[in-house]
């Protein structure tokens, strides 16, 4: 680890910079909703104290609609094609903990024996540019997955506001080659090591060991028939959400002899995500459809991964359709499992 | 490597086992592949027709023959209706193989059940011929196999030659109202042919693959004879995308049916969460 | 709200209503959609300028007149989307009991209070503070002051666009569709038991999220809500992405209006636009 420092006017110049240089700088757009390459140039969005992006910086890495390689029928003799990938180096900017944190998480999935070079060449070829977060709203619950507002994790450099610059801890060797690189731009610190400030709160809303021990013992339990009886089954939480990571594989056809085999995103909330072609489907409620995104995210990949699925970062909760906020339902589990085992 | 990208191979014949299920021999169209591919009884594949998607089934040939791969599909949806309009010599994509297989070691030395179902017949007649192939390691094998009807019967051929087979008793039912004027086999459900059947339960194994009500209610008549729970094994049929782990389609609690499975024993399935 | 409370607990407790789909308050104040099994629970019942849901849209889901009557709260606004689905036949006028409530407009950002510029986008052209019918009715209305009609100044300069303009307009609008269908899932009047969007044989529409994909998507559902859309503008609400939906079924809705004088959802007993043949069309190959 190492301490630089950079002034605020020098990292839009570096920012600058880097867009000459044939790099992919993605940073949060002006309405603050999503992180694009179109992203304020102002750099307006690099203060600590505004609302997490309503959707996440996910959609960089794990992309909505994922070509995997396209394919060609010339009469009968099929001829399939690799994708081009977009091969600039990246740099993100601006991230939050709650963002940086999904990409080691989602490395998990994407590399248990098989590894998803889609996700991993794009993680690679990237240098995040983390900043410490210093917002927080009822929606907020990093504390509780084990990540704070101070967290590094995911970030290559992390940024620490410090009156009108920033000081940058560099977190990997990628961000430490990355700031060699970019000497110029950055400045000796040489003031003390920045404080781990306290988080907003030091009272835990719930208590995540709890959460998972009752998830472990109440698969069958009459709070997931309210918890997910208003639910429209859309998939706005899983698309805003920095983990959710589900997909789906379907044949684009272009013409009648050629077309792309893509990824997409999918979601556990739609009703035909599990449904069979024999016409059984699993999760046939929105009840049980429900209870498989709480506990995939706060047991099952925990169970499988040692990671908490889930950053904390409230997106899906601030824009669900019909306000059902998952950190009250986890409250209210955290309620359940200790009002059961006093 | 591009994990999603399957290799090509050639439909080499195409056997219509039933009026809605057919048997396609495949070959990989690379030589490398043909000579380095292979896999364990109990594996599936993912198959794509071009422009249509991927469908997911059992390889259905045994892994001691090697000249072709071998699959069964029942047309239900719409890739498999797009297998179904597919010609010898056509090429079609194949990913695999994936999940786990059948506990063959575990098998050793004992004597073996197959029971099946339908198309469920499509995995168990790979290690059928894998046990087969492979005969003096096993003690006195017990097929019972069930269908509809007459005509819904798969590789007819294969079940008459079972039946001649010394050391194998092979029993085959079609459900009450599905026999013909001429059928000599048994008329009735699975389970209750497995009853009359009775397979001794002292070192034995089952292998149960099928619809799941004719799996649900095989278990307890096992269990009767004498079965334990980890000597009935069967296969889990989850809808699945990427057959890796990965796309999330398939789990069952903390479980990948496409990586942990397919292969399941009744004891881990009664570990899962009932959501299958 | 003790007056809706009252109202709701004598409707289940009188066998007016098997249930009342209603809005609650959560801890950070908002309103959201509840639904009162029993008595106890209409104590949890409420209303007031945070309940913006249009909660119509459950009727499908909870539709089943064996049970009894759907006991549903509903602004003047929301009422259109009863008119239009009794229209349309997917709910009978007598398995309601309408709970109608007097509204003075609806907030756009829940955290804030209410205010002229805090109202949601429907709000600013709305002519009814009073539902047009109802079984019973709660609240008062107040006057409040509307700001300007935002969506109606957009049209406006949509309508000056060039074809090209507006091509490009729409395209980098749909661009950032992430296909979550909450716009579908959320509307009143999007009821197919299979949507054309997951129909794979054959697919009508591709379910990847490219610009093209997306332009596909949203121009379809815009064409099968013309004539039909109601206005709540929930879609608008609920988009992560923030595309205007509601501005090309308004559109849709005002040429309706323009070419057959007709407005779907004012009137419950009136045949639809769609569902409707006349010999005297104006246009000579329907005749």
Same mark, same amino acid.
């Given at each position: 680890?190492?301490?630089?420092?950079?002034?605020?006017?020098?990292?839009?110049?570096?920012?600058?910079?880097?867009?000459?240089?044939?790099?992919?700088?993605?940073?949060?757009?002006?309405?603050?909703?999503?992180?694009?390459?179109?992203?304020?140039?102002?750099?307006?969005?690099?203060?600590?104290?505004?609302?997490?992006?309503?959707?996440?910086?996910?959609?960089?890495?794990?992309?909505?609609?994922?070509?995997?390689?396209?394919?060609?029928?010339?009469?009968?003799?099929?001829?399939?094609?690799?994708?081009?990938?977009?091969?600039?180096?990246?740099?993100?900017?601006?991230?939050?903990?709650?963002?940086?944190?999904?990409? $080691?998480?989602?490395?998990?999935?994407?590399?248990?024996?098989?590894?998803?070079?889609?996700?991993?060449?794009?993680?690679?070829?990237?240098?995040?540019?983390?900043?410490?977060?210093?917002?927080?709203?009822?929606?907020?619950?990093?504390?509780?997955?084990?990540?704070?507002?101070?967290?590094?994790?995911?970030?290559?450099?992390?940024?620490? $506001?410090?009156?009108?610059?920033?000081?940058?801890?560099?977190?990997?060797?990628?961000?430490?080659?990355?700031?060699?690189?970019?000497?110029?731009?950055?400045?000796?610190?040489?003031?003390?090591?920045?404080?781990?400030?306290?988080?907003?709160?030091?009272?835990?809303?719930?208590?995540?060991?709890?959460?998972?021990?009752?998830?472990?013992?109440?698969?069958?339990?009459?709070?997931?028939?309210?918890?997910?009886?208003?639910?429209?089954?859309?998939?706005?939480?899983?698309?805003?959400?920095?983990?959710?990571?589900?997909?789906?594989?379907?044949?684009?056809?272009?013409?009648?002899?050629?077309?792309?085999?893509?990824?997409?995103?999918?979601?556990?909330?739609?009703?035909?995500?599990?449904?069979?072609?024999?016409?059984?489907?699993?999760?046939?409620? !929105?009840?049980?459809?429900? !209870?498989?995104?709480?506990?995939?995210?706060?047991?099952?990949?925990?169970?499988?991964?040692?990671?908490?699925?889930?950053?904390?970062?409230?997106?899906?909760?601030?824009?669900?359709?019909?306000?059902?906020?998952?950190?009250?339902?986890?409250?209210?589990?955290?309620?359940?499992?200790?009002?059961?085992?006093? | 490597?591009?994990?999603?990208?399957?290799?090509?191979?050639?439909?080499?014949?195409?056997?219509?086992?039933? =009026?809605?299920?057919?048997?396609?021999?495949?070959?990989?169209?690379?030589?490398?592949?043909?000579?380095?591919?292979?896999?364990?009884?109990?594996?599936?594949?993912?198959?794509?027709?071009?422009?249509?998607?991927?469908?997911?089934?059992?390889?259905?040939?045994?892994?001691?023959?090697?000249?072709?791969?071998?699959?069964?599909?029942?047309?239900?949806?719409?890739?498999?209706?797009?297998?179904?309009?597919?010609?010898?010599?056509?090429?079609?994509?194949?990913?695999? =193989?994936?999940?786990?297989?059948?506990?063959?070691?575990?098998?050793?030395?004992?004597?073996?059940?197959?029971?099946?179902?339908?198309?469920?017949? +499509?995995?168990?007649?790979?290690?059928?011929?894998?046990?087969?192939?492979?005969?003096?390691?096993?003690?006195?094998?017990?097929?019972?196999?069930?269908?509809?009807?007459?005509?819904?019967?798969?590789?007819?051929?294969?079940?008459?030659?079972?039946?001649?087979?010394?050391?194998?008793?092979?029993?085959?039912?079609?459900?009450?109202?599905?026999?013909?004027?001429?059928?000599?086999?048994?008329?009735?459900?699975?389970?209750?042919?497995?009853?009359?059947? +009775?397979?001794?339960?002292?070192?034995?194994? +089952?292998?149960?693959?099928?619809?799941?009500?004719?799996?649900?209610?095989?278990?307890?008549?096992?269990?009767?004879?004498?079965?334990?729970?980890?000597?009935?094994?069967?296969?889990?049929?989850?809808?699945?995308?990427?057959?890796?782990?990965?796309?999330?389609?398939?789990?069952?609690?903390?479980?990948?049916?496409?990586?942990?499975?397919?292969?399941?024993?009744?004891?881990?399935?009664?570990?899962?969460?009932?959501?299958? | 709200?003790?007056?809706?409370?009252?109202?709701?607990?004598?409707?289940?407790?009188?066998?007016?209503?098997?249930?009342?789909? %209603?809005?609650?308050?959560?801890?950070?104040?908002?309103?959201?959609?509840?639904?009162?099994?029993?008595?106890?629970?209409?104590?949890?019942?409420?209303?007031?300028?945070?309940?913006?849901?249009?909660?119509?849209?459950?009727?499908?889901?909870?539709?089943?007149? &064996?049970?009894?009557?759907? %006991?549903?709260?509903?602004?003047?606004?929301?009422?259109?989307?009863?008119?239009?689905?009794?229209?349309?036949?997917?709910?009978?006028?007598?398995?309601?009991?309408?709970? %109608?409530?007097?509204?003075?407009?609806?907030?756009?950002?829940?955290?804030?209070?209410?205010?002229?510029?805090?109202?949601?986008?429907?709000?600013?052209?709305?002519?009814?503070?009073?539902?047009?019918?109802?079984?019973?009715?709660?609240?008062? &209305?107040?006057?409040?002051?509307?700001?300007?009609?935002?969506?109606?100044?957009?049209?406006?300069?949509?309508?000056?666009?060039?074809?090209?303009?507006?091509?490009?307009?729409?395209?980098?609008?749909?661009?950032?569709?992430?296909?979550?269908?909450?716009?579908?899932?959320?509307?009143?009047?999007?009821?197919?038991?299979?949507?054309?969007?997951?129909?794979?044989?054959?697919?009508?529409?591709?379910?990847?999220?490219?610009?093209?994909?997306?332009?596909?998507?949203?121009?379809?559902?815009?064409?099968?809500?013309?004539?039909?859309?109601?206005?709540?503008?929930?879609?608008?609400?609920?988009?992560?992405?923030?595309?205007?939906?509601?501005?090309?079924?308004?559109?849709?809705?005002?040429?309706?209006?323009?070419?057959?004088?007709?407005?779907?959802?004012?009137?419950?007993?009136?045949?639809?636009?769609?569902?409707?043949?006349?010999? &005297?069309?104006?246009?000579?190959?329907?005749?």
């Amino acid at each position: 680890m190492k301490l630089m420092k950079i002034e605020k006017g020098n990292l839009s110049k570096l920012m600058e910079h880097l867009k000459k240089d044939n790099f992919r700088v993605i940073g949060v757009t002006p309405d603050g909703k999503r992180f694009s390459e179109k992203f304020d140039e102002t750099l307006n969005f690099m203060q600590s104290d505004t609302p997490p992006t309503s959707i996440s910086f996910k959609e960089h890495f794990f992309l909505k609609t994922e070509a995997l390689f396209y394919y060609k029928n010339n009469n009968g003799a099929i001829d399939l094609k690799e994708p081009v990938i977009d091969e600039r180096k990246t740099v993100v900017i601006g991230a939050r903990p709650c963002d940086t944190a999904s990409l $080691p998480i989602l490395s998990k999935v994407f590399n248990w024996d098989y590894a998803d070079d889609f996700f991993n060449r794009r993680v690679e070829n990237s240098i995040i540019i983390g900043m410490k977060c210093n917002y927080q709203d009822d929606y907020c619950f990093c504390n509780e997955v084990g990540l704070s507002q101070n967290s590094e994790k995911g970030s290559d450099i992390f940024l620490i $506001p410090d009156g009108d610059a920033f000081i940058a801890k560099t977190i990997t060797d990628k961000g430490n080659k990355f700031i060699e690189e970019f000497a110029i731009f950055f400045e000796e610190y040489t003031g003390n090591p920045p404080a781990e400030n306290k988080n907003g709160h030091d009272e835990k809303k719930f208590d995540y060991e709890s959460v998972k021990k009752w998830l472990d013992n109440n698969f069958e339990h009459k709070f997931w028939d309210e918890a997910g009886e208003t639910c429209l089954s859309c998939g706005q939480c899983a698309f805003v959400c920095p983990t959710c990571h589900c997909f789906d594989i379907v044949d684009e056809q272009c013409g009648t002899c050629a077309g792309v085999r893509a990824k997409n995103w999918d979601a556990c909330q739609f009703s035909l995500f599990t449904k069979h072609a024999s016409g059984h489907n699993p999760r046939d409620s !929105r009840e049980k459809r429900y !209870r498989q995104r709480i506990s995939h995210k706060f047991k099952y990949y925990n169970d499988k991964f040692s990671e908490i699925l889930c950053t904390g970062c409230g997106r899906c909760s601030r824009g669900c359709p019909v306000s059902t906020d998952i950190l009250e339902l986890l409250e209210e589990i955290d309620q359940i499992a200790h009002s059961t085992t006093n | 490597m591009n994990i999603y990208k399957p290799e090509l191979v050639e439909i080499m014949d195409i056997i219509q086992e039933t =009026p809605d299920i057919k048997t396609f021999k495949l070959q990989f169209v690379s030589k490398k592949m043909r000579e380095e591919f292979s896999f364990l009884a109990g594996q599936f594949a993912e198959y794509s027709v071009f422009g249509e998607g991927e469908c997911t089934f059992c390889i259905a040939s045994p892994p001691t023959r090697t000249e072709y791969l071998e699959c069964s599909f029942k047309i239900a949806g719409k890739v498999t209706g797009a297998l179904n309009k597919m010609n010898k010599g056509d090429i079609i994509g194949l990913r695999g =193989p994936y999940g786990n297989h059948f506990p063959l070691e575990q098998m050793e030395g004992k004597n073996v059940v197959f029971i099946a179902g339908g198309i469920g017949l +499509a995995p168990v007649r790979c290690i059928i011929w894998n046990v087969l192939d492979l005969r003096d390691k096993f003690k006195d094998v017990t097929i019972v196999y069930g269908a509809r009807s007459v005509s819904d019967l798969v590789y007819k051929r294969e079940l008459e030659e079972w039946k001649k087979m010394d050391g194998v008793k092979t029993v085959v039912t079609v459900d009450p109202g599905g026999e013909t004027p001429d059928w000599t086999g048994e008329v009735g459900f699975v389970p209750s042919i497995v009853e009359k059947v +009775a397979p001794a339960s002292e070192n034995s194994i +089952a292998i149960i693959c099928g619809p799941p009500i004719m799996i649900k209610y095989t278990f307890p008549v096992l269990e009767k004879l004498g079965f334990t729970e980890d000597n009935m094994i069967t296969t889990l049929e989850n809808r699945m995308k990427c057959g890796l782990g990965k796309c999330g389609r398939c789990n069952i609690g903390n479980v990948y049916v496409c990586k942990d499975g397919p292969v399941f024993s009744y004891k881990e399935m009664l570990e899962l969460p009932q959501e299958y | 709200m003790d007056q809706l409370r009252s109202v709701c607990r004598q409707a289940i407790s009188e066998n007016k209503a098997a249930f009342i789909i %209603g809005y609650t308050e959560d801890k950070h104040h908002h309103l959201k959609p509840f639904i009162a099994h029993n008595v106890e629970e209409t104590e949890k019942l409420t209303f007031n300028c945070n309940a913006v849901n249009n909660l119509a849209v459950f009727i499908h889901r909870f539709h089943n007149p &064996s049970q009894g009557k759907i %006991g549903i709260v509903l602004k003047p606004c929301d009422l259109k989307a009863i008119n239009a689905l009794v229209q349309e036949n997917r709910v009978k006028r007598e398995d309601l009991y309408v709970i %109608g409530v007097n509204c003075s407009g609806v907030v756009k950002d829940q955290n804030k209070e209410f205010s002229k510029e805090n109202t949601q986008i429907k709000c600013r052209s709305c002519a009814s503070k009073t539902p047009a019918w109802f079984d019973v009715v709660v609240g008062e &209305s107040a006057e409040f002051e509307l700001p300007e009609d935002d969506m109606a100044i957009l049209m406006k300069q949509i309508d000056e666009m060039t074809p090209e303009q507006r091509l490009e307009f729409w395209n980098a609008e749909f661009e950032k569709c992430l296909k979550c269908y909450a716009c579908r899932e959320v509307c009143p009047m999007c009821y197919c038991e299979q949507c054309i969007a997951d129909k794979t044989e054959p697919r009508w529409i591709e379910s990847s999220s490219t610009t093209r994909a997306n332009f596909t998507w949203n121009m379809i559902r815009a064409f099968h809500q013309a004539g039909r859309c109601i206005g709540c503008g929930e879609c608008d609400r609920v988009c992560p992405a923030d595309i205007p939906l509601s501005l090309l079924n308004r559109k849709m809705g005002m040429v309706a209006f323009k070419e057959f004088g007709y407005r779907h959802g004012t009137d419950m007993n009136a045949p639809t636009l769609i569902g409707t043949f006349s010999t &005297s069309d104006h246009e000579e190959f329907i005749r």
